[in-house]
């Protein structure tokens, strides 16, 4: 079917189109979401068990050895992590990265299943296992409900819960999360001497509260026809109810608790977290939206509702917004569409120039009408515009007038050539077609690997190649229908008189013909001087500085903070509520959030995860610009570091890179702790050898001190006191024996009976603490055990995959490069500890080079289906072998261009580089394509192989300098970008340097390869 003649027969059709194509591009714009990153599901899901009273080692053995053991028979399972702490057993699945997000759910439901299946088969003692399969949700608009020291915990609850109310009805939200919240309890206070003046066994009072308070089902009686309901009441109500509560001493008297106990309500000691934002005390309010909803149109809405609902809150009381994914989104979003319009402009000015007025218009609404279908079609896939679709647009926005440029240039030739324009438009087109096919399909497939890649890294930039296929595939079909439409009233007509003129025969293009000449006759020379170059550039990547991720421009940094193991979470909070002071006295630094015993919400996609443990905080800090992002950062890190020494900070600026607990980590695994405590050891002091890191340490932390006081069964018996009454009364002087809830609205607050003098037991009186027999008498609890013995032990226990796996972790120096530092610590340690394990044991890297091997991985795998589908094209356009070879010999010598592009551009090789790199070999064989294809047609012509060779090369300039020029010179509004930076400048210097290649260096190669002589 001839297209192009198709195309100028039925104009009405072909305008049809393109209207619907522009107004639906605009309208799509709209209508599209548009989030800060592209969305993704994090597939991993979170079992936490509680089981009072263990030790890590019996945690591990009896709850999370248990539970792997049956998760790990489901199928797609990937890795599995654990931490075994006291009385807690927490383990973390991933599901295999190219698990579709589809059955995810249906995962999660399985995964319930198989922990119902092992429940029943835990220890007696142990609670529910929590499935949290909404671990990875983001809360990507975060508030923090801000209060003055006047109000209490229970008032902020109650208007954080109204305030959750009333936004979880905001359309496009998805759920809302608390975090910070304070446990209110009831505590009873007694003292022993009191209760045994009185003749009162505490456990009386546990018995009789526990009962008194509890629901029981009373049933129904049955009255001739109709049933009366019977509902048992006498549950407590308040807590003088609790007060006048009546207890029977041993002598048979009366005693309300009130009178020997004070009830009073409290709050949760030692809380499990704290949140406070710039000094004063909040809960957070995290906000999800729907994956397919406008983040930006969904936080407006939510910003509306809140001024809706502020008068209702009091005053001292404030909504303070701590990270706002709509404003980011909208920023970010509005710096791309600016970054979009540059590049446009910048395209077909370059195009007028060089080409004239006409063929600029023409060729630049060939690009307003690509952009428009493909906004239009991504709004019937389901594609949103992000950072990574954005990106797309910006790196396709060069190649999507290639075709475009070809055509018309062809077009142009003819008609200065005396050839009618309608029949130079149809020509001009009908000859390229399918090279410029099997160019434009060769573009896309070398941006497969992104598509395909199974890796949760890959996943975010997938948008990126969705955008590129269809942009790329739109501008060919509009190169060979839009393009001869719009040219027949575009283009000139041909001026009368003319017959076959050459417009080559120009003095440029016959000095440049000479020269090319010259590198073919010299053909050995050129091609030895290129390789020599080669090599040279390869030598200069080899020593090149490179990293994972690039850090982002957003004027927000965030710090991980961990005190030893064994420190109080109201140690935690004085020291970073004192970091918190310093922080908020800096100029330039708007609001600083804390959040101590756990990480707060997952409020950015790529947050950490940390706790729960109380000595553990995070910080999340605010900035008026971005400017000073990297300043302060670093300022806070040096005042940290000398002034709390006894405080790890881990100080970050905002990454898309998966989070880790540290940037280096080398972990071993094995069976017995004592071994793998040995390993690291060694591990860490080589470590400490390296000049390039600081902050030497392991993941299972520091040992901590353990009270044990040893039960003597034979002291216990005789006096009729059990190992259990004995860790009852224990609990009662230190965090308070629970006796079931006291209900108030929707609250359960535990009932804690404590001892009035808890803050007075230490370890020198500690055996003095009271127990009570079963004859009502109290004796010392010296009395009932042999000892109290006092040792060191770990307080947490990890495992991957089910074994045991300890890790000697480490962090660069400040302002020191990721990989250089990663690169001094494995060749100074990994081959030495590899020689020195026992039998049974392993080595492993973990950290970010974990997640970079398993992300180049992911992308490496597909290449070669790519280097099939490109060679394939290339055999399918030219039918023997040789020309096909020619092409991709070009393709390592694009490396010249890189490092030159970096080393211009002071930009690093990273993840985002290697993306770009991905794409240059499409854009470099899509411009040999032409060339090649384009010598085969003065072949076919009749020229001699030489004087083709060279003609060819001629006619090619323009299309082929065109081509890379608008893409590199659209690239630059991508080049300041910190994200995309990289990838811009390996495409421009790639290209740079590519088109060169083009030009000199593929013709000489195909005269050597085709044998043709001089």
Not at 135 to 162: C, K, N, P
Not at 419 to 432: H, M, Y
Not at 448 to 465: D, G, M, N, R, T
């Amino acid at each position: 079917m001839n297209i192009p003649k198709f195309a100028l027969d039925n104009s009405k059709l072909v305008y049809f189109f393109l209207i619907m194509m522009l107004i639906g591009g605009i309208f799509s714009f709209g209508k599209l979401g548009k989030k800060e990153d592209a969305p993704f599901v994090i597939k991993s899901v979170v079992l936490i068990t509680q089981y009072p009273g263990a030790t890590p080692a019996e945690v591990e053995k009896l709850i999370t050895e248990p539970i792997e053991r049956e998760v790990q028979s489901l199928a797609g399972v990937d890795k599995i992590r654990s931490e075994s702490t006291f009385g807690m057993s927490k383990i973390t699945v991933e599901l295999d990265p190219a698990t579709p997000p589809g059955v995810i759910p249906q995962k999660w439901d399985e995964m319930r299943r198989k922990v119902l299946n092992i429940q029943p088969r835990l220890p007696q003692g142990c609670s529910s296992i929590i499935v949290n399969d909404d671990f990875g949700d983001v809360f990507g608009i975060y508030y923090a409900l801000v209060a003055d020291q006047g109000y209490s915990w229970d008032e902020m609850r109650r208007y954080a819960q109204m305030i959750k109310t009333e936004l979880v009805t905001v359309p496009g939200v998805q759920k809302v999360s608390l975090f910070g919240e304070q446990t209110e309890v009831v505590n009873i206070f007694i003292t022993t001497s009191t209760l045994a003046n009185l003749g009162i066994d505490p456990n009386q009072i546990v018995q009789i509260i526990s009962s008194q308070n509890q629901l029981v089902n009373t049933g129904t009686l049955q009255t001739g026809e109709v049933n009366l309901t019977v509902v048992a009441s006498g549950t407590y109500a308040n807590l003088q109810d609790i007060r006048d509560q009546v207890i029977t001493n041993s002598e048979g008297v009366q005693l309300s608790i009130g009178d020997f106990a004070v009830v009073e309500k409290g709050y949760l000691d030692p809380p499990n977290n704290i949140m406070k934002v710039n000094g004063k005390r909040a809960i957070g309010v995290g906000v999800a939206s729907l994956e397919s909803v406008d983040v930006v149109k969904t936080g407006e809405l939510v910003d509306a509702k809140i001024k809706s609902f502020m008068p209702l809150i009091p005053v001292g009381m404030e909504l303070e917004p701590l990270y706002l994914e709509n404003v980011i989104a909208a920023e970010a979003n509005n710096g791309f569409i600016i970054n979009l319009i540059e590049s446009i402009a910048i395209v077909i000015l370059i195009i007028m120039l060089v080409m004239g007025l006409r063929s600029g218009v023409l060729i630049g609404s060939s690009l307003l009408f690509s952009i428009g279908g493909t906004m239009l079609l991504m709004l019937f896939m389901g594609v949103g515009l992000n950072r990574t679709s954005l990106a797309g647009f910006i790196i396709a926005m060069g190649m999507l007038v290639d075709n475009a440029i070809v055509v018309t240039d062809n077009a142009q030739v003819m008609i200065k050539r005396g050839v009618p324009k309608r029949k130079a438009l149809i020509d001009a087109a009908i000859q390229p077609q399918w090279g410029l096919l099997g160019a434009t399909f060769i573009a896309i497939v070398s941006f497969l690997p992104l598509y395909l890649a199974p890796s949760a890294v890959a996943e975010i930039v997938k948008p990126l190649f969705i955008v590129l296929a269809l942009s790329l595939g739109l501008s060919w079909i509009l190169a060979l229908t839009q393009t001869p439409l719009f040219g027949s009233f575009m283009l000139k007509d041909p001026k009368a008189g003319i017959v076959d003129k050459d417009p080559y025969d120009k003095p440029i293009y016959n000095r440049f013909a000479r020269f090319l000449a010259k590198l073919i006759r010299f053909r050995w020379l050129t091609i030895g001087s290129v390789l020599a170059l080669f090599a040279v550039a390869m030598w200069v990547m080899s020593i090149a500085p490179s990293s994972f991720f690039p850090n982002l421009d957003k004027p927000y940094f965030r710090a991980d903070c961990v005190l030893p193991d064994g420190y109080s979470i109201h140690q935690m909070d004085k020291e970073m509520s004192e970091l918190s002071d310093w922080l908020q006295e800096q100029p330039g630094v708007k609001n600083v959030s804390i959040t101590v015993g756990s990480t707060p919400l997952r409020y950015y996609l790529a947050s950490t995860s940390i706790g729960p443990k109380p000595n553990c905080g995070n910080f999340l800090v605010e900035l008026e610009t971005s400017d000073s992002t990297a300043s302060i950062c670093d300022r806070f890190s040096a005042y940290a570091k000398e002034n709390y020494p006894n405080m790890l900070v881990r100080a970050s600026l905002f990454k898309l890179s998966p989070a880790v607990e540290a940037a280096i980590e080398i972990g071993f695994i094995g069976e017995n702790p004592d071994t793998l405590v040995m390993l690291a050891e060694k591990a860490k002091a080589l470590m400490r050898e390296c000049d390039m890191v600081t902050d030497v340490r392991s993941d299972w932390g520091n040992k901590v001190a353990v009270v044990n006081p040893v039960y003597s069964q034979e002291k216990g018996q005789r006096l009729g006191v059990t190992r259990q009454t004995v860790a009852s009364y224990t609990k009662l002087a230190t965090n308070g024996l629970t006796m079931g809830d006291f209900r108030q609205g929707d609250q359960f607050m535990p009932i804690l009976l404590k001892d009035a003098n808890i803050d007075e037991f230490n370890l020198a009186n500690f055996g003095s603490l009271p127990v009570f027999t079963p004859r009502g008498g109290v004796v010392a609890l010296d009395q009932v055990i042999d000892s109290i013995s006092n040792s060191f032990q770990y307080g947490m226990l990890k495992r991957y995959q089910r074994q045991l796996t300890l890790r000697a972790q480490c962090d660069p120096l400040m302002g020191a490069n990721t990989a250089a530092a990663y690169s001094q610590v494995y060749n100074h340690v990994f081959d030495r500890m590899e020689a020195e394990l026992p039998n049974g044991y392993q080595i492993k890297v973990f950290g970010e080079q974990e997640s970079q091997t398993e992300s180049n991985q992911a992308l490496a795998a597909n290449m070669p289906l790519t280097f099939f589908l490109i060679f394939a094209t290339l055999l399918l356009l030219f039918r023997v072998y040789r020309k096909p070879l020619i092409i991709l010999l070009m393709i390592p010598l694009i490396f010249v261009g890189v490092v030159f592009g970096l080393a211009v551009s002071g930009k690093m090789l990273d993840f985002f580089a290697i993306l770009g790199l991905l794409g240059l070999v499409g854009m470099n064989i899509k411009n040999a394509v032409v060339l090649v294809d384009q010598i085969d047609i003065e072949i076919a012509g009749g020229l001699a192989p030489l004087q083709a060779v060279i003609q060819a090369t001629k006619s090619r300039i323009v299309p082929v300098v065109m081509a890379s020029g608008t893409t590199i010179l659209g690239m630059l509004p991508l080049l300041p970008d910190a994200l995309f930076g990289g990838m811009a400048a390996v495409i421009m210097g790639g290209l740079f340097v590519a088109t060169f290649l083009t030009i000199f260096v593929l013709p000489v190669t195909y005269c050597t390869i085709m044998r043709i002589k001089n």
